[in-house]
């Protein structure tokens, strides 16, 4: 298995599980790469049931609810407010958060309810009590799941070590070796000594994220792409813009794209936005116009400006 991200992690374990001799490499640490960088969020996807992708977040929920049962210690209920600042909006979500609820069925982490607006700033003290002249109605309290995504790879790892496989860090893939038409192999070299290894195997998973079409291209040079990269991007803010335990998320921005406000580890997340990249650099930056649009929305519903 190339990558030795959350995918690349995941297959290793169920390959070693089924008794395949297993191999996994990894160029840098595990779960360095988009892995690492998201919201820390195991959830169905909110946004993808508006979309109307139901047999997704269906899927998605169902993992959450066995992730959470199999592993409470890395993954764990949040609850997330939602906002209401026009009528509708309580109905609205309330309704399709239900739905949500229901998708999940007997592995549901917890009910959603309506709350009054006292409820709404008792759950998030921190909230706008008005925005673009509207003021706060009520809300919505629902629950999805957090994680520790770097513990998460690592017992993963672990687990993968137990069932008789191996992983490797710093070795990283440098080309495809072939048979007949047929890739049998990999060479690798040590990212930190440099020695090089021809890896032969009866199967390579290719499980290496964004870069995926990099080592397709190991075996062939003019394979179409097939991953068009985006970039998201989260800022970090002191505790005390979202005190408590619950979260916050904004279904839809000013340009629909949906914000979250997330407790972490004694500071808060602020995220994500969704921006086209033409390229693929191994450690990405946050841009300042990703920069300036999430401290301009969440200006607009924190009661205090970050």
């Known amino acids: 298995v190339i990558g030795g991200g959350a995918t690349g992690l995941g297959t ?5 599980s089924r008794g395949y001799r297993t191999l996994l490499i990894e160029a840098a640490d595990f779960a360095k790469g988009t892995s690492s960088k998201a919201t820390k969020l195991v959830h169905g996807g909110v946004r993808y049931l508006a979309q109307g992708n139901i047999s997704l977040v269906r899927e998605a929920l169902h993992e959450r609810g066995l992730l959470n049962r199999n592993a409470p210690h890395l993954v764990w209920p949040l609850g997330f407010v939602v906002p209401a600042y026009n009528l509708l ?60 995504d770097a ?33 049998d192999g990999v060479t690798a070299e040590d990212a930190l000594g440099g020695a090089s290894f021809t890896l032969r195997a009866r199967c390579v ?20 792409t ?22 916050i998320l904004i279904p839809k921005t000013d340009d629909g794209r949906v914000l979250f406000v997330v407790p972490w580890n004694g500071h808060t997340i602020v995220g994500t936005t969704d921006s086209p990249r033409n390229d693929l650099p191994l450690d990405p930056e946050a841009g300042a116009e990703d920069v ?10 924190l009661s205090r400006k970050p």
């Open 205 to 224: 998973i290719n499980a290496t994220g964004v870069w995926v079409d990099s080592v397709r291209r190991m075996e062939d040079k003019n394979a179409p």
């Open 226 to 247: 097939m991953v068009a990269p985006s970039q998201g991007v989260h800022l970090t803010l002191p505790h005390d813009f979202l005190p408590g335990k619950r979260a």
């Open 12 to 16: 290793a374990v169920d390959a070693a």
């Open 292 to 301: 300036d649009f999430i401290l301009n929305t969440a200006a607009r519903y």
């Open 89 to 148: 909006d309580q109905p609205f979500y309330g309704i399709g958060l239900k739905m949500y609820d229901m998708l999940a069925g007997k592995l549901n982490l917890s009910p959603s309810r309506w709350l009054s607006r006292r409820e709404t700033l008792a759950n998030a003290p921190t909230l706008a009590e008005n925005v673009n002249g509207r003021g706060l109605k009520g809300g919505v309290l629902y629950y999805d799941g957090q994680f520790d």
């Open 151 to 183: 513990r998460l790879a690592l017992s993963l790892m672990r687990t993968l070590f137990d069932l008789g496989g191996t992983a490797v860090n710093y070795v990283r893939a440098t080309g495809l070796t072939t048979t007949g038409g047929k890739v």
